[in-house]
């Protein structure tokens, strides 16, 4: 199983045994956006939002790909240059990798949310691991990047397993400070409304893009945060790390063969 210690991590594009994994075309376009100046980025376990006092946002999506409705976030999301974070499932990224590789190329970040969305803080920490690396090979396989950031279904991950991952997989435990509740269906405007009026600087914002309401709330929402001043970026730009998008990926070689 290839998790993350097998890789080298740097700046600048992503080298796989010494191919060039160049972003696609529409990325050039939104890598122009800058983030917050007021943070550095620290060793972190775990994370509910970033201190920055700048208004920044960052959405972040679980639960996909969805095969017809993540593709229209997509296009949501191109259309205001907004650049998010997609908390997937390992046996969807399977499914649909060529919406990951889109994802991508459109300079969102790529989260871990585990292959099949168990609570993880009923496993053991063989099986949480084996969810993790499982859902990092397959979107290393889409898209020749491994997350750096997770979030456990249901938020659910004890303090001792958070620290585990974190000295197992180097990963911090992403949660979030605004809560949708948009699984609940409450409908797209009441998730819209809930998104502006809980952001604040630095907010991590859950919602899953496996809903149609969900979907439907985003242009109202987005569109009133940015007249409210907010710009937005992926999870690791908002806690100060390095473009996740533009992160060095040196592959092994014997990884190099087998793909
Ligand atoms: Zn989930």
New binding site residues.
């Given amino acids: 199983m290839l998790n993350r210690r097998d890789l080298i991590l740097g700046s600048g594009a992503a080298i796989a045994g010494g191919t060039l994994l160049k972003p696609g075309a529409a990325f050039a376009a939104s890598s122009r956006i800058a983030l917050p100046t007021d943070i550095e980025a620290g060793d972190l376990i775990t994370v509910t939002a970033s201190p920055t006092h700048e208004k920044y946002v960052a959405m972040t999506f679980?639960?996909g790909p969805h095969p017809t409705l993540t593709p229209q976030l997509l296009d949501i999301l191109k259309a205001r240059g907004i650049r998010a974070t997609f908390?997937v499932?390992g046996r969807n990224v399977s499914r649909y990798p060529d919406i990951v590789k889109r994802m991508v190329d459109e300079g969102h970040e790529i989260g871990n949310?585990t292959w099949r969305?168990p609570v993880l803080s009923q496993l053991g920490t063989a099986s949480v691991l084996r969810e993790l690396d499982r859902t990092a090979e397959a979107v290393f396989r889409a898209v020749q990047r491994m997350p750096v950031t997770m979030?456990p279904?249901?938020g659910a991950l004890t303090a001792s397993q958070r620290r585990m991952v974190h000295d197992e997989r180097e990963m911090p435990t992403i949660l979030w400070s605004v809560d949708t509740e948009d699984w609940r269906r409450p409908g797209s405007s009441v998730v819209a409304d809930r998104i502006v009026a809980h952001s604040r600087p630095g907010a991590i914002v859950l919602t899953?893009d496996i809903h149609s309401p969900t979907i439907a709330a985003m242009p109202s929402a987005l569109d009133r945060l940015i007249e409210g001043g907010y710009k937005f970026a992926t999870v690791s730009m908002i806690l100060g790390r390095r473009d996740w998008t533009k992160l060095r990926w040196r592959l092994p070689q014997t990884v190099v063969a087998k793909n």
Avoid: V
Wanted: avoid cysteine; glycine fraction near 0%; charge should be negative.
């Fill in positions: 679980d639960d908390y499932i949310h969305h979030r279904p249901y899953h």
